[in-house]
């Protein structure tokens, strides 16, 4: 036979402390992820923006023959590249910053662990926070305190 879930306050004091400062540092790890997201779409726009000013340059294709011209749809190809790069920091930036702000207030636990994954594709620093953030909301004391917050004691 089954016991029945502690109420709220039979939960260790000492433990429910600890997830709480774990999940607001994870928190403000995510903030910080969705903040190197920020960097990398400025890098990208930057890079962009360089990579336009020379390859568009018509006085830098006038003195070479045809042969060694780029084709046509380089510029298309390589537009549509920074397009979809960008596109892609975007979302892992409003990701980051929507885990960051549900796992503040203690809210959809399932999208922050989705983010987690997300965030394990990008080598190293993404990759420890997706393996934090798993190891933190996969703990059932902070499963509880989620189910607390929607007031399912």
């Known amino acids: 036979m089954e016991t029945p879930p502690l109420p709220q306050a039979a939960y260790p004091v000492p433990q429910r402390s ?10 403000v790890c ?16 930057v890079h962009f923006l360089i990579m336009r000013t020379v390859f568009m340059n018509p006085e830098m294709w006038n003195k070479k023959p045809v042969a060694e011209q780029p084709p046509e749809n380089f510029f298309l190809i390589m537009q549509m590249f920074y397009l979809v790069a960008a596109l892609l920091v975007v979302a892992f930036l409003m990701a980051n910053v929507m885990s960051a702000r549900f796992l503040a207030m203690r809210k959809n636990r399932m999208f922050s662990l989705i983010v987690a994954g997300l965030n394990c594709l990008q080598l190293p620093l993404g990759t420890a926070l997706g393996i934090f953030t798993f190891v933190v909301l996969s703990r059932p004391s902070v499963a509880r305190l989620y189910d607390d917050a929607r007031g399912n004691i």
């Open 18 to 27: 600890q997830d709480e400062e774990h999940l607001r540092i994870l928190s």
């Open 30 to 45: 995510h903030w910080v992820g969705a903040g190197f997201a920020g960097l990398g779409l400025l890098f990208l726009i």
